[in-house]
DNA sequence: CCTCCGCTGGAAAGCGCTTTCCAAGAGGTA
DNA sequence: TACCTCTTGGAAAGCGCTTTCCAGCGGAGG
């Protein structure tokens, strides 16, 4: 008997089961069989008829050909998504929003990690469009500075004007829909409750000045401490990688430079981590007795570190998730932004300052 | 002039360049242009003519449409991924290994997440199915006893017969390709350190008995006991959510039955966490010094936790990026099977017992 | 009784690509 | 020079679906 390797060199089909088969095993055209089981044709098939093909398409376990689909139909079921990094759990947490959403509306998602490399987000862009993914989300913060972020904007404008939609997380300098977080404001009400608990000597550790997001946070604290009387001189600012072993090195430069700092404020949690590895473990200190620590994005660990972290909680799955809907759910004619507000969680890191 | 909303009703078509306009501009035939640029073909074009066909890609910005090349070659460059949850620490490193591994074979991936939900992993499948997805990696553990194993078996043959691959992380009852992490091997170390320690009377906190990732663990555990001279009785293995609640909640109850407990064995670390939290805030007990706690997986924070929780390393992000190496590699006929060895990392929160 | 309309089913024309086949030219050998 | 082989380009036949059009039919209205 014929198996599935036997088929002709000429035959590029999979053997998998096609509505034409559904078609004739219910006994009617392929027109009719098309609309019985997926009908978007705002066409009505008789009773009798449907019945008859739901029960071959059964019988067979008839499933349909999506990439044939998307071609005869001109439009697909997939969104894109594209982190920096999966494993981060800023971005897991936006990840499951967003998947959330998508599968209300029976979406399938496409992930993409770009690793922090701004090539990488363009090409994987290309990759979506090349997809024909309805709308993607841009995850991963915008590069104030890059040469690739001219190209990335053309490359969203060629996808916008065949019908794709885009909508990121975080403001980008670009007019897209945008899902943005207070980060400015967070991080001033951040510095703002050092600064009330009589903190005045505050060091900051940030990620790479590039990314938008640091930007925000950056002018944040620095704004509010201003407007409260004090500053932030460029050398209490320590940039590092936006994880906990760039936190860690930060935090010991930051204490090599003023060792009288009283209160360190770290640009995301996981930074943060960093810094109470290095003022306990390495620099000898206690949190918060002789150094305050305070956070940025509230991990879901954030509660079960020791001393527990105080940090600015941004509302992660509900961005993902208002992400996909702002794309989907009305395709309006202006940019829009959502304002999604920051909220100071205070814990255990931070007290009063002691005043040497 | 005509703009792309103008379109006759009749014209179903995105407005993207169509490799039949590069042809064209390039001035050759449309079967040298597909040559050219995507040329799978095995046969070879003229170094003028793939110039100029480049060229004018590149002029037109073309960017080849997959579902169209899906069709046609009857295969894509996708690949599935079902999880659980994106947003768990387990999860995401597994993903993020996947899609470390996808890259190198520029391959998108397609991601669902069944939130434990059984149902969904079925559907989810057919969906990749639908998409034609070149393999799938099932990274979710699977379900011991449930009514639905069986018509995932059969929609993973379909699968497989239409050319398809599924590769399973951790062990499923079916004879797929697995990439296995050796649970049993890693309970069965941590319950012997603790046992070493001098530890007599331990309890076990679990998630459910369904999971087999649950069973395995469970079964390493009560085996090492067992051959060191000791029992696990059911009274001290309590069963509750794989989250920190459930850890949270389970070790309250464990600690109903026998406060008399000297350590505790979570069977995840999200658990260990909750056992952390409830032992320490809840009960009043000091971690190591009254009652040591061992978590399972080594999650990222898992050393930054006070105090930094001892556990079982599983190579999650190596099992993800092994898992579409296997799957797409050597698409050998006999089912492999992986196995990846666990590793007991000793930190602070397991020491001594006491001997009450 | 005839016409017109609304409704349902089917034939067929694509959607944008890949690949098979064929034709034509180049180069080698006898 | 004649014949054969090898290479390169193009025409055209699909891949599996959706949707447009058209045909046929029954019922309502004149």
New interface residues.
């Given amino acids: 008997m014929a198996n599935?390797r036997s088929r002709s060199r000429a035959d590029?089909?999979?053997?998998?089961v096609t509505l034409q088969q559904v078609a004739r095993q219910a006994g009617v055209s392929l027109a009719t069989a098309s609309r019985a089981l997926h009908g978007a044709d705002g066409r009505s098939v008789g009773d009798e008829l449907r019945r008859r093909v739901q029960a071959a398409a059964e019988e067979l376990?008839y499933?349909?050909?999506?990439?044939?689909q998307?071609?005869?139909?001109?439009?697909?079921s997939?969104v894109g998504l594209i982190v920096h990094?999966?494993?981060d759990?800023y971005f897991?947490?936006i990840?499951?929003g967003a998947?959330?959403a998508a599968?209300e509306r029976r979406l399938?998602?496409?992930?993409?990690?770009t690793f922090r490399e701004p090539g990488l987000e363009l090409e994987y862009l290309?990759?979506?469009?090349?997809?024909?993914a309805r709308a993607v989300v841009l995850a991963g913060s915008g590069l104030a500075v890059s040469a690739d972020t001219e190209r990335l904007a053309e490359e969203i404008a060629?996808f916008e004007?065949?019908?794709g939609r885009v909508v990121c997380i975080g403001d980008r300098g670009t007019d897209l829909d945008t899902v943005a977080l207070d980060n400015r404001g967070g991080a001033a009400g951040a510095a703002r409750s050092l600064w009330d608990q009589g903190h005045r000597r505050i060091g900051v550790i940030a990620g790479p000045r590039e990314l938008t997001t640091v930007r925000h946070r950056l002018d944040g604290a620095r704004r509010a401490l201003r407007s409260l009387g004090g500053a932030l001189p460029a050398e209490r600012v320590v940039v590092g990688d936006f994880t906990?072993e760039g936190g860690r090195a930060a935090t010991l430069e930051l204490f090599a430079r003023d060792p009288g700092l009283t209160a360190v404020l770290a640009l995301n949690d996981l930074m943060a981590?960093g810094a109470?590895?290095a003022l306990q473990q390495d620099l000898g200190r206690t949190v918060p007795k002789q150094v305050s620590v305070m956070g940025f994005d509230d991990v879901?660990?954030a509660a079960?570190?020791?001393?527990a972290l105080s940090t600015v909680r941004l509302p992660l799955?509900a961005a993902g998730e208002q992400a996909v809907r702002l794309i989907l759910d009305d395709p309006a004619e202006a940019p829009r932004r959502v304002l999604l507000d920051a909220e100071l969680v205070t814990r255990a890191s931070t007290g009063p300052a002691t005043h040497a």
């Avoid at 290309?126 to 024909?132: K, S, Y």
């Fill in positions: 599935a590029r089909s999979t053997g998998a376990s499933i349909s050909n999506a990439p044939a998307a071609l005869a139909r001109a439009t697909t997939v990094d999966v494993a759990p897991a947490a990840a499951a998947m959330r599968r399938m998602v496409m992930i993409a990690a290309r990759g979506l469009r090349a997809q024909r060629g004007e065949e019908g906990r981590i109470l590895a879901p660990f079960d570190l020791r001393p799955e």
